[in-house]
């Protein structure tokens, strides 16, 4: 279990390299008011939304892989993919928007096609991960 489990601490550790990275690019934008930062990020509470909503995936990562470990359960690889990609790419998508907010975000499009894909795998990751962990709360491992 601790090893194929594992992929969410290496996800959330990822996470939270990436969401400390942004808190710094926010910084250098609002009060050191960098340039070169404010040039390559046009939207910042696009930034804004990338860097929480990375520190959130942060958070529910680790807290899964304690849960799973707490009660000794194994979630199937699906579900342990689904959260760590999902948790990875939704706040990209900000990331990419505090880029280029002008980029298209319908389905049709590229981008929201790749987007509504992360959220479908977000949801089967973590549904699937609180279905694991209630059956294993109510009816044991």
């Known amino acids: 279990m601790q090893i194929q489990s594992s992929i969410l601490v290496v996800a959330g550790s990822v996470s939270l390299t990436v969401t400390l990275g942004l808190a710094w690019c926010l910084a250098g934008m609002r009060y050191l008011e960098s340039g070169f930062l404010k ?8 930034l ?3 860097h929480i909503d990375y520190l959130l995936m942060t958070g529910l990562l680790m807290v899964f892989f304690l849960l799973f470990a707490h ?3 194994t979630p ?3 579900v342990l993919v689904a ?6 790419l939704n706040p990209f998508g ?6 280029k907010p002008t980029l298209r975000q319908h389905p049709s499009t590229p981008f929201g096609a790749i987007m509504a894909g992360s959220f ?6 973590y549904g699937g991960a609180a279905w ?3 059956r294993a709360a109510v009816f044991g491992a």
């Open 83 to 88: 959260m760590s990609i999902g948790s990875l």
């Open 132 to 134: 694991y962990v209630a």
């Open 94 to 99: 900000f990331l990419v928007l505090a880029i």
């Open 48 to 50: 804004l939304k990338s």
């Open 39 to 46: 040039r390559l990020f046009a939207n910042y509470q696009y």
């Open 120 to 125: 479908v795998l977000t949801t089967i990751g």
């Open 76 to 78: 199937s690889p699906l």
């Open 71 to 73: 009660f000794q359960v």
